[in-house]
């Protein structure tokens, strides 16, 4: 046998296959029969693996959803949530239309809008699901809207995050209160302050952030970048980021890597101030050894950027009755209890806790607190997120200057 | 030429394996002589030379005296005795030509090394074969380019691994004739291992039988 | 997909990349340098090292060392030589002075110079498994005892007399090194410059852009990774020109002695420093793995804890199950292929063909573009993600390592065994499994863990063609890796080291267990 032949054999071989029959998407308005084809399918999860924690969550969610709905839920876990919008993505182009591999993505921001851009997603579906209500979307714009971009039904919220500081409080007593404040800092402290080399998304948030706290035309980032005087709005950032990045960690001649690896910079000492998008990440640390006990969180005085991940189902999943009964059940009162307790995940939940009946607002009490974790008053100083063309051209625009050192 | 400045002594040399004694011999070899060492396979004939070069494996304990003159060459590393080896088979380098090969032996610092290259060639027969491949060679051609690379490395004395077994009947008569006559001529103390009669007639010199 | 206009405006987008020259240069110098490098490494060792205890137990470390995964060295390199790493946590504060670790850009240096060793710790266990699998053809033993008769001293003799004839044994190895080092992503990542990145990974971060522009753009870049490749091989085949060019008057200079001193010092000290550095590596992550809270300048953690592996263990079992069987599955067949092409090849009288260069082209073209290409195609086809698809895709890659790792000591094994076994009435058949295999069990093994090494090792190819259905031990560590914690990329990456590792440990063990003590693939003194 010839290597031309071994080949030909290796190809052979991957034919060997069967397909499996495609199912028409039940109506989301008829929520028990959604349940019923739900029964007996198994959901493919595409979720973000890189944190043991919210691995632990979602294999709880498994268990509740075999065990309640009969729904097999298998966690793919990813190393970067842009891999399954290029699967998906693959997919179409190869005429796949309906036998899809994945059947729900933890999602938002540009991946969200780069599907529904392509029209890969599956809906209106989120307003349909019972638990939706819950949120209370009328007095909480945020969970009907991703980067400015209203969802239309085609995820559905699941938690909240908003960028947190946190530092050592046994080396720093007073951390910068401001994006201008920082800079001061940073001069004081040479090396010990970074962001996350760009484009990672916590770095571009960072830019962001600092970008809404410098410039006066704040209304301009919610609209398409297009349509503003890019130069202009963000010329006090550069001139910030220039002034900054020499006193920066490693003199801003590297950047770390991604959000992550701020946490880890700062538990091996290299940093004395970092940041991160999940605002008990910092307790979640102290908790995994990974942080001293004496790390304390805090959001900026005039508040920081903060959203509202999903979930969406692509438009080619074969099994779109389980993946919505899985995303109404990641709404329900216990399971986000369940993920904003400290001792399971610690992400914020969603729900309008104060609108919620009395049994169900004792759920969410019984999660304990930590010292490490910001106040729980910080909710209110949320910032939204601009429209999401000005992350790819802010990205652009910084690679452009600081890419190449 | 001084005999004994320039003998191969072997002084009470035994050899062991794992305790049991494996032969021993005591003898003086004076330049231009040829001693013969004979015995069956596993006499320990080979392992004897070895010990001489310097290859002894360590499953091997050895006493005795090894001399070169006045030299004791047991307390030399291997490359610095100057007791050259010829093999049954010629081993010449494949990835040298003819010549390279020759030049190989050649010391660092000697002169006129092409010239002395080409004479060594016309020596034995090939003349002008410096560029050829090893490969190209027969068999008794190989082994005449072995025995002039080895010769032109200037040793003090010559171990011969049954050099010849592996040639054809007429060409191992040539053969030994060269080899010996060369050896002579170059005033070298040799020993030669052999389970081959013929080979220690040619030899001419005395005769030690082990095993 | 795309126009022709697409086509033209992705190339020029990628050109008005910033930092593409430097992405491209450094790719390509990491690539080379630490090539040479670890070739230099090997090749001085097994000078300097004939037959010492030294030599002995190297050989006995170098397949652990092989086992480790890519992106578990880089962790683990990465945490020895950061200013907050074990070095420099070894000399603080008592002799540095350093409460707080120094803001020195080592790891992620803009030279790629940690990328390089990092490489080459990698990559010289790999060269010097290839040396020792090649050497029992050379007669080396032999050689050495003429050369050295003829009054070299060993190091240098072995460089005269015995290199030149292995190194076209490894040329093919040394070449598929090159070729992963040019575009390698997982040790770029935690190893490699960040501004601008290496090409490999530059093209990683478009294919995974959610702006879809990107994507053709990373297709081009992706074309221009495989001609770094080639410029790269095409470099150094010319080096090998120019060197055999400049030693073919060292090699019959006559010299017997100088630089003996130099090689043989250079020689020990190489691997065994890259051997120390891996192993430090490795204590570094194990360390990690049972830590508690470790703090800068503790040299231990100050506290220790189970619970990383605790927590670990229950997600360990389906993993463990799909890498072994994914890994089985693909060596076996591997090997099947392999050494039915070689005694085809044998029968048949056939040199090796041109066509050769298909079986090494996953080697050469950059594994994201190639792979997605494969999910479009098999998508095409109506293959869904599956097991079968996972077992097809990692053999492509394990292909050319089994067949690199065997088709010399296959070709090379004296046919007069055969010849023997046939005069004596055994059929053809017949001498196949009872002369040949049993002849090249040690080749055969060596090759099957390499095999199994490589197919344990493989991320994108699992991730993309299982549409992540068939998690692994490596898909968990790489997706656990994003996360950024030291603790459980610990515990992973041991899991991930030590299932190779099982893989080896039984290819030395098997011989021995069979009845052929002196054929231990690591080991071989003589063969045929």
């Known amino acids: 046998m010839k290597p031309r032949s071994a080949l030909a054999t290796a190809v052979a071989l991957a034919l060997v296959t069967f397909t499996a029959p495609a199912v028409a998407a039940p109506d989301p308005q008829e929520w028990e029969s959604v349940l019923d084809a739900a029964n007996g399918q198994t959901v493919y999860w595409n979720a973000w693996g890189g944190d043991a924690r919210t691995n632990r969550y979602i294999a709880w969610v498994a268990e509740q959803m075999q065990e309640s709905y009969g729904v097999r839920v298998e966690h793919v876990k990813l190393d970067d949530t842009s891999s399954a919008v290029a699967r998906v993505l693959g997919e179409q182009q190869a005429g796949n239309d309906s036998e899809g591999s994945i059947d729900l993505i933890w999602i938002n921001g540009e991946n969200f809008a780069a599907m529904r851009e392509q029209d890969l997603l599956f809906g209106p579906f989120a307003e349909s699901l019972p638990n939706f209500a819950l949120t209370y979307p009328d007095e909480n714009l945020e969970v009907v809207t991703d980067f400015t971009l209203p969802t239309e039904g085609y995820e559905s919220p699941w938690g909240k995050a908003q960028i947190t500081f946190y530092y050592d409080s046994a080396q720093t007593d007073t951390p910068p209160q401001s994006i201008e404040a920082l800079l001061a800092w940073a001069k004081e402290h040479p090396g010990q302050f970074s962001y996350p080399r760009i484009p990672d998304f916590t770095g571009s948030t960072f830019l962001k952030q600092a970008l809404i706290e410098l410039t006066d035309q704040d209304e301009a980032l919610y609209a398409p970048v297009e349509d503003a005087d890019f130069e202009e709005i963000t010329a006090p950032l550069w001139a910030y980021l220039d002034e900054l990045h020499p006193h920066l960690w490693r003199s801003g001649r590297s950047f770390p890597e991604s959000g992550p690896n701020l946490r880890t910079l700062m538990s091996d000492g290299e940093l004395s101030l970092a940041f991160s998008f999940y605002p008990t990440d910092a307790a979640v640390a102290v908790m995994e050894y990974e942080l001293p006990e004496s790390v304390r969180s805090y959001v900026l ?59 169900d607002q004792a759920l969410f009490e019984q999660g304990e607190s930590h010292p490490a974790a910001r106040p729980a008053d910080a909710l209110s100083q949320t910032l939204a997120e601009p429209h999401p063309s000005w992350m790819n051209a802010l990205q652009d625009a910084w690679l452009e200057r600081y890419g190449v050192n | 030429m001084n005999n004994a400045a320039n003998a191969l002594t072997l002084e009470q040399v035994s050899i062991h394996l794992a305790g049991r004694p494996l032969l021993h011999v005591d003898a003086t070899v004076a330049p231009g002589d040829v001693l013969t060492v004979m015995g069956p396979s596993g006499s320990g004939k080979s392992t004897l030379l070895a010990f001489i070069a310097g290859f002894l494996q360590s499953t091997f304990t050895a006493q005795g005296q090894v001399r070169l003159g006045d030299t004791d060459v047991l307390s030399l590393p291997a490359e610095q005795r100057g007791v050259g080896l010829l093999f049954q088979d010629p081993l010449l380098f494949p990835h040298l030509s003819v010549g390279g090969n020759l030049r190989f032996g050649l010391p660092h610092r000697s002169s006129q090394k092409s010239a002395q290259i080409a004479k060594a060639l016309e020596q034995v027969g090939l003349a002008g074969f410096e560029a050829r491949d090893p490969a190209t060679l027969s068999g008794g051609q190989q082994a005449r380019v072995a025995l002039m690379r080895l010769l032109l490395s200037q040793p003090r004395a010559v171990l011969l691994d049954e050099p010849f077994s592996k040639l054809d009947t007429a060409l191992r008569q040539e053969m030994r004739a060269l080899v010996f006559g060369q050896l002579r001529e170059a005033g070298l103390p040799a020993l030669l291992v052999t389970h081959d009669e013929a080979d220690a007639t040619a030899a001419g010199g005395p005769i030690i039988a082990l095993g | 997909m795309g126009s022709e206009q697409a086509n033209l405006s992705a190339w020029q987008m990628l050109f008005a990349q910033p930092g593409l020259g430097r992405s491209v240069a450094v790719s390509f110098a990491s690539g080379l340098a630490s090539t040479a490098l670890a070739l230099l490494i090997v090749v001085l060792f097994l000078a300097a090292s004939q037959g010492t205890w030294l030599d002995r137990s190297l050989r006995r470390l170098v397949s652990p060392l092989l086992a480790i995964p890519h992106a578990a060295v880089a962790f683990g390199f990465a945490f020895l030589i950061a200013p907050s790493g074990l070095m420099a946590r070894l000399i603080s504060p008592w002799l540095s002075g350093w409460e707080a670790p120094p803001d020195a850009l080592i790891v992620n240096d803009p030279w790629g110079l940690a990328l390089t060793f990092g490489l080459v710790l990698k990559e010289a266990p790999f060269l010097l498994l290839m040396s020792l699998a090649a050497l029992p053809q050379l007669q080396a033993e032999q050689r050495l005892r003429l050369a050295r008769s003829l009054g070299y001293s060993p190091t240098l003799a072995w460089l005269k007399v015995v290199l030149p004839s292995l190194y076209p044994l490894i040329r093919l190895p040394i070449y598929a090194v090159i070729a992963y080092a040019t575009s390698v992503v997982d040790m770029a990542l935690i190893l490699g410059p960040r501004l601008p990145p290496t090409l490999s990974v530059s093209i990683l971060g478009w294919f995974s852009d959610p702006d879809i522009t990107h994507r053709f753009m990373a297709s081009a870049a992706a074309v221009l990774q495989l001609r770094v490749t080639l410029a790269a091989l095409l470099s150094w085949w010319l080096l090998e020109q120019l060197a055999r060019r400049l030693s073919q008057r060292w090699l019959t200079n006559g010299d017997r002695q100088r630089g003996e001193a130099l090689f043989t010092v250079t020689g020990r000290a190489g691997l065994t420093l890259a051997s120390l550095a891996a192993l430090a590596a490795l204590i570094g992550l194990g360390l990690f793995s049972v830590a508690g809270f470790w703090r800068f300048p503790e040299l231990l953690p100050q506290s220790f804890t189970f619970d990383h592996w605790q927590r670990s263990a229950d997600m360990l079992a389906g993993p463990l199950v799909n890498t072994a069987l994914v890994a089985l599955l693909s060596t076996g067949l591997a090997a099947v292929l392999v050494v039915a092409t070689l005694e085809n090849e044998q029968r048949q009288q056939i040199h090796p063909t041109r066509s050769l260069w298909l079986l090494y082209l996953p080697l050469l073209v950059p594994q994201i573009a190639f792979l997605y290409g494969l999910v479009v195609a098999a998508e095409r086809l109506g293959i869904r993600p599956q097991l079968a698809l996972v077992v097809a895709g990692h053999l492509l890659f394990v292909l050319p390592y089994v067949y690199l790792s065997l088709a010399e000591a296959y070709r090379r094994l004296d046919p007069r065994w055969l010849y023997i076994a046939q005069s004596l009435g055994v059929s053809r058949r017949r001498a196949f499994w009872r002369v040949r295999l049993p002849l090249l069990l040690a080749p055969l093994l060596t090759a099957v863990a390499v095999g199994l090494a490589v197919s344990i090792g493989q991320y994108l190819p699992t991730q993309l063609l299982g549409a992540g259905r068939v998690p692994t031990v490596t898909t968990e560590a790489v997706a656990l890796a994003s996360g950024g914690n030291r603790r459980l990329i610990g515990v992973w990456a041991l899991v991930q080291a030590g299932l190779p590792l099982v893989g080896f440990m039984a290819a030395v063990a098997l011989p021995r267990w069979l009845g052929a003590p002196r054929r231990a693939p690591l080991n071989v003194q003589r063969q045929g």
Do not use: C
């Open chain 1, 301 to 359: 005085e005039g508040g920081t950027l903060g959203n509202v991940h999903f979930v969406a189902i692509p438009y080619n999943s074969p099994h779109k009755a389980g993946a919505m009964a899985l995303a109404n059940f990641l709404l329900s009162p216990e399971a986000q209890a369940q993920k904003q307790s400290l001792s399971m995940w610690g992400d914020r939940s969603v729900l309008a806790i104060q609108q919620l009946e009395p049994s």
